[in-house]
């Protein structure tokens, strides 16, 4: 297995690049499913959840061919005739669940395996299934599989209002109604930068949609989609992590240019929180400017469906916090329990509490390397943003999780300043997992 070995304390300079976004990846490529033919996906980044996406298209029956060096992706659908999405792949990456709306739009039916839970809670596929059936589907589950099937061959469309928004139901109602016969209208819909992109390459494709970015979609049914050529967006959480990288781990007044960026992604409460915290930052077309303060604010925050602050930035949020010169609170209301890097970080002498779906930061903490572990995509980049101004070596296990999202993490921040190293280790050995052997 890996870990990263980060030396604390040297300042952040230089340039970072975006990679393309792993949460519009992976519908795109389901998207890719809906039409016969060769579809070509470009800025698609080389990380492990599209991997195991690639695995699982593969499965139903297309081929795809990814370049990785020039992120491109060839997707040839003409192939699939095997309507199923397994335990195993889906149990390995949630979005594997895609696979219900696109092959439900494709075949007619589909049976994939329900994800089961998640590291920081339960994330259920309730309005998934609520949706699917509005739209016309039979719905049944067996064994652990839901079964989907369009009566006559094509779904009729429908009505479905999800309560609360949710990216992953709205893509997959998106991926089950633009092929079916009739309309649909999705009601409260999410309407977050990756389902807008999403829904501009079906729009491409043929798909007839009305309403993208706002939150009600109208879909009148198509007959077929077309093959496509389409270019994928920068990576939203990764601007937004590298921003806050830069705001606590920059040298004072001089920018860290973050380049490949698209800055509006980020929606208005992110860029808001920034600024007040006194870190400056010029917006450009296709990059970020941004420079650390002397001394951070500390702003506390709540995270919201977009174009709120997302859930997904406020693990990196809280370490910026430590560093603040007062006290802040992080509140997460999408999801309630979303903390795992919190009794890492207390390893490395933050003092953060959780309470509820709350943690209190308190700041100007001096933090200490130490060997921490990473639970999942956003906690673990946390634990590197905290590494980045510990004293001393920290050791993030488990990188993994960090590689499913950030592609070439620690190379970018490497030719940044960062001093910071991958290396091997042994799950197994005692001296590595000390410190993290509780009883059961
Ligand atoms: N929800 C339900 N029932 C459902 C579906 C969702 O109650 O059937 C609830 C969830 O429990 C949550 C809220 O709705 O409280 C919103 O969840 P959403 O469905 O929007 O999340 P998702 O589609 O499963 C995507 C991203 C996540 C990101 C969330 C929120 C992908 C592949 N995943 O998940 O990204 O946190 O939206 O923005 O796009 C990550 O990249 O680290 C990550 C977890």
Known sequence: MDKLVIQGRHPL???LPVSGSKNTALPLMAGALLAEGKSTLDNIPNLRDVTTFSHVLRIAGASVNFNSAEHRMEIDASGVDYPEASYDLVKKMRASFYMLGALIGRCGRARVSLPGGCAWGPRPVDLHLKGMEALGAKIELDQGYVVATAPGGRLDGGVFEMQPSSVGTTINLMLAAV???GSSRLENAAREPDVVVFGRMLQ??????EGLGSDTLEIEGVDTLNPVEFYNAPDRIELGTFMIAAAMAGEPGEPVHISNADPDSLGDAFIDALAKTGTQFTLGADYVDVIAPEELQPVSIVTGVYPGFPTDLQAQWTVLLTQANGNARVVDTIYYDRFKHIPELRRMAANAIV????????GQNRLQGATVMSTDLRASVSLVLAGMVAEGETHVLRVYHLDRGYENLDGKLAAAG???????????ADSVLEGHMTEA
Not at 418 to 428: G, H, K, S, T, V
């Open 418 to 428: 960062i001093q910071i190293r991958r290396e091997e280790y042994d799950e197994f």
């Open 179 to 181: 092929t079916a016969r």
């Open 355 to 362: 309470i509820g779906n709350e943690v209190v930061v308190e």
């Open 13 to 15: 300079r230089g340039t």
């Open 204 to 209: 491409q494709m043929g798909a007839r949609i």
